[in-house]
């Protein structure tokens, strides 16, 4: 029986890196944002990478920065004690913008870290390629790096060469999501609860636990908005009409209470989309169930 790989892969690096494009572009397709809010201190899986051979689960981390507070101390230290647990650490840097000092706190950081540190070189596409070699040379005096990956994740220019290393520092291990789960969503799913709340709040016995939300899109648009398009399932027609209420009034007022709470959870603007449709008898059908993110195990 051949031997499978897995293992957790942290991803870390400034802001605007390229961190959530070089996720697009290893799981194929475009992977819900996650929260940057300072007071989100666990993992949150970003991407789930699988092939015949091996998974490679992404890990996102509390960000590295500046002590400002007791609670940034904090926010370091669990930081790290993550970055000790993983099998790899991806150390995400911007070629084009060339070696600051958010690039020299975090490499401080890592002094101590015994788990490999790959720094990944993104942006190649932006640079000249005689001026690539001497930038290597300054961020190899920060870090005794594992592997030094120059890619473009924009353009996926040495993307699989970046995975063939990571995949050297997996152990044997399980395959820990199925084949075709691309990523965890937790913001997907704590706005899908919000805006089924406020429903609950605003129905109150009309409509009992017969409704449930998916998130059909949920992406960041060039001006910072984060656009967001949710379904609401009920099982009757005589539902549906509630939830949209006269002249869709009460459908209007479950998206302006939903979008606070969404924008408080995200801390950015957001543009709410809602839409009512009738998926008949959908709590007694397996593949609705499925479909809708339920599973029998759960």
């Known amino acids: 029986m051949k031997k499978f790989k897995s293992g957790f892969v942290a991803i870390i690096g400034r802001p605007n890196v390229g961190?959530?494009?070089?996720?697009?572009?290893?799981?194929?397709?475009?992977?819900?944002?996650?929260?940057?809010?300072?007071q989100t201190t666990r993992n949150k899986i970003h991407g789930v990478y699988t092939t015949n051979e091996s998974q490679v689960v992404f890990l996102d981390t509390p960000g590295i920065h500046k002590r400002q507070s007791?609670?940034?101390?904090?926010?370091?230290?669990?930081a790290m004690s993550t970055l000790g647990e993983v099998e790899a650490v991806l150390f995400l840097?911007?070629?084009?913008?060339?070696?600051?000092?958010?690039d020299r706190f975090i490499a401080e950081q890592l002094g101590g870290l015994k788990t490999p540190v790959i720094l990944v070189m993104n942006k190649i596409d932006k640079i000249e390629p005689e001026a690539?070699?001497?930038?290597?040379?300054?961020?190899?005096k920060l870090h005794d790096f594992a592997e030094i990956v120059p890619i473009s994740a924009k353009l996926g220019n040495n993307v699989n060469t970046l995975l063939e290393q990571v995949q050297k520092y997996l152990p044997d291990g399980p395959q820990y999501y199925p084949e075709d789960q691309v990523t965890d969503h937790p913001e997907q799913f704590v706005v899908a609860e919000l805006v089924r709340e406020?429903?609950?709040?605003?129905?109150?016995?009309?409509?009992?636990?017969?409704?449930?939300?998916?998130?059909?899109?949920?992406?960041?648009?060039?001006?910072?908005?984060?656009?967001?398009?949710a379904v609401i399932f009920v099982e009757r027609d005589s539902q549906k009409g509630i939830i949209i209420g006269k002249q869709g009034a009460l459908l209007k007022e479950v998206g302006k209470r939903a979008r606070m709470d969404i924008e408080n959870l995200l801390g950015s603007k957001i543009f709410l989309e809602l839409w009512v449709k009738v998926k008949k008898d959908w709590r007694n059908q397996d593949r609705v169930l499925r479909d809708l993110g339920f599973h029998k195990d759960q």
């Open 198 to 229: 406020k429903i609950l709040h605003l129905t109150r016995e009309e409509v009992p636990h017969s409704i449930a939300v998916a998130i059909e899109d949920m992406r960041v648009e060039s001006n910072g908005v984060v656009h967001i398009s």
């Open 132 to 140: 690539l070699l001497p930038l290597i040379t300054q961020y190899q």
């Open 93 to 102: 840097v911007d070629a084009a913008d060339g070696l600051g000092g958010g």
């Open 70 to 78: 007791k609670l940034g101390d904090y926010m370091n230290q669990t």
């Open 19 to 38: 961190k959530s494009t070089l996720m697009n572009q290893v799981i194929g397709q475009k992977i819900a944002i996650m929260s940057d809010k300072p």
